[in-house]
């Protein structure tokens, strides 16, 4: 009894049909490798969205689903086929973020931002969740870089969030990002032109895509937008919005490419551009890139939507916003074979040999670390020529080599992996002669 015992505690036995894990459909593992994009991109925003006076905004990744069935419109995409709702146990009907701006809204409208000076100017980056297909560049859990400013109707914020997303791909080193623009009209206008729409698509419905034909009583701008070969046949007469903006949208409009003409923005006018969701209005604007790329869609967009934080319960309150998603940047960074520094460069190698060493090596390399002097180990490791491997490996031009009598001595011997010159020196004056050397560039990185 006891034997069997022992064996049972020592050897679990496996259980049966053992289930493995996998990532659930559509989501992924952002791996240490890949934290460079992800931390340059992060640190490339800040400074440039800190600079322009916007202030950063974390809204929970759940609402409540109704603010999305309001904000971003009852019969979108999003809202009709991919929002992740659930219950809470307490019975809430809650949805998981599949878009910031709502969150924001109802944010700047609960948490009094409305009485700072206007206009605010926020940004976000965090999860959005929409249940998708997924496919390249298309994920069900992804990530936007978001901004809003809001309490303006002035064109220079229009050209301020376009400016910015565009800074930040030149920053970041990208070329051939197009920016598409279109006005979608307002109140006054629009519906004059839905009609115009609904005139025209009249005779055409039964030629148009099953999806198409649901726009076609629902959405009718959004019939614009089918990339169905067919539906884009039947769009060869069809009216364009901009021959019917009023004369406010029209001056708007005109204005907000005559500030893109002084930013030395080049904007492609697609007047089949009318963006997904219910609260734009007048500008709406897409970034793509180049050529084949292009296939993984847009790599982010935005617009006006001055009606928005009024049908939320605010006051009457222009604003306008966009976002880029961080995966097809990403991409796109990749596609341009950009490449950023790595997130620590080691510059030495700290060896040690035996128990003492090994503990002691561990003081030393809290000291590389305060003195800002970036150093590699592999505590776990024993061997002299193993460690000496993985310094040669990680391409590190100098090796700090500390066995039991440099640790009774008080000594580290400094070898410099190129030639293999080696000097002993007196452990209390390391920080010192690796700054020395170091800045003398003496090791050659
Ligand atoms: P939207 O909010 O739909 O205008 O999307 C803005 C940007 O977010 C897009 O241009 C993409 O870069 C990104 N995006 C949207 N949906 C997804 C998705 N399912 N997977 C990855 N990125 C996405």
Known sequence: MRFSHYIIMSQPAKPKNQKTFQAPRGTYDILPDEQIYW?????????????????????????????????????????????????????????????????????????????????????????????????TGRYRQF????????????????????????????????????LHINSIGCSECQPHYRKLLLGYYKNRADRLCADCRRRFRQNPLRLLDCKDEHCIQLMAGVPQMIDHLCEECHTHFKSVLEFLDELEIPYILNQSLVRGLDYYTKTVFEFWPDGEQARQGALGGGGRYDYLIKFLGGKDTPAVGGGIG???????????????????????????????ARRRGFKIFEELRKANIAAAAAFSKDSIKTQLKLADRAEIKMALILGQQ????????VRDMTTGAQETIKQDKLILVLKKRLAKKIINQ
């Open 406 to 413: 440099e640790v009774l001595d008080g000594t580290i011997i």
């Open 326 to 356: 961080v995966e097809r940047l990403i991409a796109q960074l990749k596609f341009q074979a950009i490449k950023f520094h790595p997130l620590i460069n080691p510059r030495v190698f700290l060896v040690q040999l035996g128990e003492l």
């Open 39 to 135: 931390e340059k991109i992060y640190k490339t925003i800040k400074e440039v969205f800190l600079f322009y006076g916007f202030g950063r905004i974390d809204t929970p990744v759940i609402e409540d689903a109704d603010l999305y069935v309001r904000a971003t419109g009852e019969t979108t995409d999003i809202v009709e086929k991919q929002m992740y709702l659930f219950k809470s146990k307490g019975g809430d009907s809650l949805a998981l973020r599949p878009e910031f701006t709502p969150g924001v809204i109802r944010a700047y409208l609960e948490d009094g931002l409305s009485a700072l000076v206007h206009p605010v100017k926020l940004y976000s980056w965090g999860p959005l969740f929409r249940y998708e297909n997924p496919q």
């Open 143 to 178: 990530h936007q870089v978001n901004l809003e400013v809001i309490g303006s109707k002035a064109v220079a914020n229009d050209a301020e969030v376009i400016q910015l997303f565009f800074v930040v791909f030149r920053e970041l080193g990208l070329k051939a990002i197009n």
